[in-house]
Nanobody, 122 residues
Framework: QVQLVESGGGLVQAGGSLRLSCAAS????????MGWYRQAPGKERELVAW???????NYAESVKERFTISRDNAKKTVYLHMNMLKFEDTAVYSC????????????????WGQGTEVTVSS
């Protein structure tokens, strides 16, 4: 059973920083892309950042220069370092991982974390 467990959310003042973590566990062959979405109350889900297995990174325009995504393949973990947080960053952040369950798998399967709340006070 593959699981993604997130940690690191919470309440922070505007201008502050938080680091989110998302660790994958269970039996599988490898992890391709990993990333983070967020959803604010009353808004559509937004892809925040993602990182490939080769550590190429991509960001939404709204978080460029403020957020950094990274991964530790040995720990099967993806991180989202959030700096200069704004009130509009308030949302539930969910991680995902595209996992190849078996060496012979022809395609990856997406698994999701449980979501962690980030609240930025203005």
């Amino acid at each position: 059973q593959v699981q993604l467990v997130e940690s690191g959310g919470g309440l922070v003042q505007a201008g502050g920083s938080l680091r989110l973590s998302c660790a994958a566990s269970g039996r599988f062959f490898s992890i391709n892309d990993m990333g983070w979405y967020r959803q604010a109350p009353g808004k559509e889900r937004e892809l925040v950042a993602w990182i490939t297995s080769g550590s190429s990174t991509n960001y939404a325009e709204s978080v460029k220069e403020r957020f950094t995504i990274s991964r530790d393949n040995a720990k099967k973990t993806v991180y989202l370092h959030m700096n200069m947080l704004k009130f509009e960053d308030t949302a539930v952040y969910s991680c995902y991982a595209d996992i190849l369950k078996y060496r012979a798998s022809s395609s990856s399967e997406r698994f999701w974390g449980q979501g962690t709340e980030v609240t930025v006070s203005s």
